[in-house]
C-alpha cells in the first residue's frame, strides 16, 4: 500500500509563494499518475493539478493555470506544486493523491492526510 505524506503548507500573504511536496512510501509510486487537490471549509474536494506517471502530461484546473505548476522526482518518489501568485482564494487543505490520470477525485485510490495553506489578503 502507499503510503503519501504532504509538506510544505503554511501561512502566506495574497502575492506569495509556497511549494507543498509529497512524499510516497512504496515504489508502485512510480507506476502511478498524482494529483493534487484541495478542499475549503464547506465546499467539496476540487481538482487542482495532476501528472502522469513519468511526468510527461499534466493538467490544472483552470484557477491555477499560469500560476501553479506539478512536479515528480520519480528517483525520490517526491511530487511537487509550486504555488505563485497565491490568492486568498487558494486558502484550503491540500492534498496529494495517487492513482490514474484523472481530475474526477473518486478515481484516486490512494491519499495523503493533508496539509493547510492560508493565504491572507
Known amino acids: 500500500q502507499v503510503q503519501l505524506v504532504e509538506s510544505g503548507g503554511g501561512l502566506v500573504q495574497a502575492g506569495g509563494s509556497l511549494r507543498l511536496s509529497c512524499a510516497a512510501s512504496?515504489?508502485?509510486?512510480?507506476?502511478?499518475?498524482m494529483g493534487w487537490f484541495r478542499q475549503a471549509p464547506g465546499k467539496e474536494r476540487e481538482f487542482v493539478a495532476a501528472?502522469?506517471?513519468?511526468?510527461?502530461?499534466?493538467s490544472y484546473v483552470d484557477s491555477v493555470k499560469g500560476r501553479f505548476t506539478i512536479s515528480r522526482d520519480n528517483a525520490k518518489n517526491m511530487v511537487y506544486l509550486q504555488m505563485n501568485s497565491l490568492k486568498p482564494e487558494d486558502t484550503a487543505v491540500y492534498y496529494c493523491?495517487?492513482?490514474?490520470?484523472?481530475?474526477?477525485?473518486?478515481?484516486?485510490?490512494?491519499w495523503g492526510q493533508g496539509t493547510q495553506v492560508t493565504v491572507s489578503s
Open positions: 512504496r515504489r508502485p509510486f512510480i507506476t502511478s499518475a
Open positions: 493523491a495517487a492513482g490514474p490520470f484523472a481530475v474526477d477525485p473518486t478515481k484516486y485510490v490512494y
Open positions: 501528472v502522469s506517471w513519468d511526468g510527461t502530461r499534466t
